[in-house]
């Protein structure tokens, strides 16, 4: 199977869908999408070997880097070099913790 991301006008993912690696034209299902559903269709990979990750409803598509990027998960992590978001203080190594954003740090949750 492929799978395929389709974005809008502003890069942004607003479906995923699978298509066939046995399709006749060797295309995976990329001509049957574009003359059924038109769009903006981008191979994505669900073992994440392309373009850095599976996309998902909401990513973000960078052309430049070729690779999907996951919505931001708190409005103060920033976009690393590899195009992973990270906390503005790193996550303790032992225990489970959740973010605090209003703290702006890490609160270990008990179990």
Do not use: C
């Amino acid at each position: 199977m492929s799978h395929w991301a389709e974005i809008d006008a502003d890069n942004r993912v607003i479906r995923v869908l699978v298509g066939d690696n046995n399709d006749p034209n060797g295309d995976e299902g990329y001509q049957w999408l574009l003359d059924n559903l038109g769009g903006t269709w981008i191979k994505t990979s669900y073992n994440g070997k392309i373009r850095k990750q599976y996309a998902g409803i909401g990513y973000t598509y960078d052309a430049v880097n070729d690779v999907f990027i996951a919505p931001q998960p708190f409005a103060s992590w920033s976009l690393d070099e590899n195009f992973d978001w990270q906390a503005p203080t790193p996550k303790p190594e032992k225990g489970l913790w959740r973010w605090d954003e209003d703290n702006l740090s890490w609160i270990e949750v008990n179990g």
